[in-house]
């Protein structure tokens, strides 16, 4: 109910599907000012009908018969035109602008990618690699029907490592227990390539201190390196189960200090020897030097005692594990590695 307000103006669009109904009431006081009558504003184009009855505290009165009545559309005026002249500029400034910074952007990275002799760089992509990196079979290669694995010792990062034997890996020894390590299969061909390449170093030690390579299959799935089996694990583990609290204590006492002595030049004995064939170890600690059977102390093989212990890495750029924790101050901060930063 409208309050002082002599009638309702009720109007329909046409033109829209379904017709839109609006109305408006009017009040004494805006009749009188519009002349005794209503006036509709911003009305868009189209057809209409309008419809008008009085209201009063009273109630409502009946409609009026419709009118029909057409809004044509407004051609542009001088207002539409000067908007128009004033926002194209703008939109062509913005979008050159934009061409500018984007080209900028493009260039600038571009030449980021250049060495400062203008050599364009192009980091290499990691799953490519070139002829020379692929393992070619060797006198060290072992048919893989002479393996055989009898148990798990380790999960590498490479792969699982296992207990097994070998047949005529070792001249004059029929069988021979080795330790065997794999290759997950889901393993990258570089990952596989790098794991053969690192066996590959080893074939060029031949020291009583140096845990030994025996032999390699590469023909096949999974590829397999054969290495000397040092049954009593890592020198690390072996000390700790040696505690009197240790829960896997063998039943033996803490090695004397003249055991302790034996071990160290041992291990001094078979760095000594890397040293002489210029090769840096990068990673001599105790859970990578291995206890034989007869508790010969050797240094490990570079590669199994890794992947073992891996949680005590860290990785570098894609290029291997560095053990921070033990690093040399030199190492750490230039990434280089000597016989003096093994010795540290």
């Not at 109007?11 to 519009?34: A, D, G, T, W």
């Not at 390699?216 to 000397?228: C, F, K, N």
Request: hydrophobic content about 35%; aromatic content about 10%.
């Amino acid at each position: 109910m409208c309050v002082y307000r002599p009638f309702l103006a009720k109007f329909s669009e046409l033109h829209l599907e379904p017709p839109e109904v609006q109305q408006e009431c009017v009040s004494r006081q805006n009749y009188k000012l519009q002349s005794g009558g209503c006036k509709l504003d911003r009305l868009s184009p189209g057809n209409y009908t309008a419809e008008v009855r009085a209201t009063s505290l009273s109630g409502n009165g009946s409609w009026t018969d419709p009118v029909m009545f057409y809004i044509k559309a407004k051609p542009p005026g001088p207002d539409n035109l000067m908007q128009l002249v004033i926002a194209l500029p703008i939109a062509v400034m913005l979008v050159i602008i934009s061409l500018v910074l984007m080209l900028y952007f493009f260039n600038k990275k571009r030449n980021s990618d250049r060495l400062p002799n203008g050599v364009l760089y192009a980091s290499v992509n990691p799953e490519y690699f070139s002829a020379a990196d692929m393992y070619v079979p060797d006198e060290w290669e072992v048919p893989r029907e002479k393996i055989t694995m009898t148990r798990e010792l380790g999960q590498g990062s490479f792969g699982m490592v296992y207990e097994g034997v070998a047949k005529g890996v070792v001249k004059g020894d029929p069988e021979t227990r080795v330790a065997i390590k794999t290759v997950n299969e889901s393993a990258t061909m570089r990952e596989r390539i790098e794991f053969l390449n690192e066996a590959s170093v080893m074939k060029e030690f031949n020291c009583h201190h140096v845990v030994r390579l025996l032999g390699v299959v590469s023909q096949g799935q999974p590829t397999l390196v054969i290495m000397e089996l040092m049954t009593r694990g890592d020198l690390k583990s072996y000390l700790r189960s040696l505690r009197p609290d240790a829960e896997n204590n063998p039943g033996q006492p803490p090695p004397t200090l003249k055991k302790m002595t034996q071990m160290a030049g041992e291990i001094a004995d078979g760095m000594s020897y890397l040293n002489a064939n210029k090769f840096v170890h990068r990673d001599l600690a105790a859970r990578n030097c291995m206890v034989a059977e007869d508790y010969t102390v050797k240094i490990g093989d570079f590669g199994m005692t890794r992947d073992i212990y891996e949680t005590d890495y860290y990785r570098k750029g894609g290029k291997g594990l560095l053990p921070v924790r033990w690093m040399s101050p030199e190492s750490l901060k230039d990434g280089v590695f000597t016989t003096h930063s093994d010795v540290w």
